[in-house]
């Protein structure tokens, strides 16, 4: 009873703002937020690196658009297989819900490889990069689930428990979004770090990226194992889906990070000289214009 008295009795309303029949719901505004922040650390690496604005431009959307569809086959492909195979038209009904970020990750990674090719860009110059957005992305879609009372854990004595009321529930929960959130702030922060404190991104290619990765599932895994199951069909599995899906980026974060330490050091050019050098040809910009 005294637990009970401490935890959260979570009764938040998902949506936001309703305008006739249509609903916004926090969840869609929370993705929103996720790609704001995205786009501005990417107009700030962009700008700190030197590169033209139709950089950020052409991986805006090249990551925008990949990630969204990435995230809504993963759901559809991966935990109501099925269902969307024998209704493949509801794919589209994006409304009715079904996110993964396992799909959000494999679509990110298709759309950096087209951008790279059409910039005639690094890949991993991207890769690097993109995982300073992931991680703090990844916070927001966590606080969406929370106000969606969804992808939460299983029943819990601890004082911090949520008792889910929209969701039925009527006993404490783990809250698992919170858990998750946490850690992907911890990576980003750790990642932001390298970026600006280490400059690692430009010191050792695919390092960050190998980094962000294992992080970001590491944690996945280890928290999938007080999370309810999705799906019915979890419920006779050995692992969680999440989890089996997990294991593939972690042995590709740890690829990642030994062939990056691996590599010799490089030492790029200096940021300073970088500024001077987009000052000048801003300069000469702004006087061809004047003519």
């Not at 999938?224 to 019915?232: C, D, T, W």
Request: charged share 20%.
């Amino acid at each position: 009873m005294g637990n009970l008295f401490l935890t959260v009795m979570w009764n938040f309303d998902p949506v936001f703002f309703r305008i006739g029949s249509v609903e916004i719901r926090y969840y869609g505004v929370m993705w929103a937020v996720a790609f704001a922040i995205s786009m501005w650390l990417f107009i700030n690496f962009v700008k700190r690196e030197g590169y033209p604005d139709k950089v950020f431009d052409s991986i805006f959307w090249f990551g925008t658009l990949s990630t969204i569809i990435g995230a809504r086959l993963g759901h559809c492909l991966f935990y109501e297989t099925d269902y969307y195979l024998s209704n493949p038209v509801q794919i589209l009904n994006i409304r009715q819900g079904g996110l993964a970020s396992h799909g959000a990750a494999i679509g990110l990674l298709v759309g950096l490889w087209l951008f790279s090719r059409r910039n005639r860009m690094p890949y991993l110059w991207s890769l690097d990069r993109i995982m300073v957005a992931v991680a703090i992305s990844g916070v927001f879609v966590r606080l969406g689930n929370l106000f969606n009372s969804e992808i939460y854990g299983i029943e819990t004595a601890s004082p911090w428990g949520f008792v889910f009321l929209r969701a039925g529930e009527t006993v404490p929960k783990h809250p698992t979004q919170i858990y998750e959130a946490l850690c992907y702030l911890a990576t980003f922060f750790v990642l932001l770090w390298l970026y600006y404190g280490r400059d690692l991104a430009r010191r050792r290619p695919g390092f960050m990226f190998g980094l962000g990765v294992f992080l970001i599932f590491v944690s996945r895994f280890f928290i999938e194992y007080i999370k309810n199951p999705q799906e019915e069909f979890e419920l006779n599995m050995s692992l969680l889906m999440g989890q089996w899906l997990s294991i593939p980026f972690i042995l590709l974060g740890i690829v990642m990070m030994v062939w990056a330490l691996r590599r010799p050091v490089l030492e790029p050019e200096p940021l300073d000289r970088i500024r001077e050098r987009v000052e000048r040809e801003n300069r000469k910009t702004a006087a061809k214009k004047r003519r």
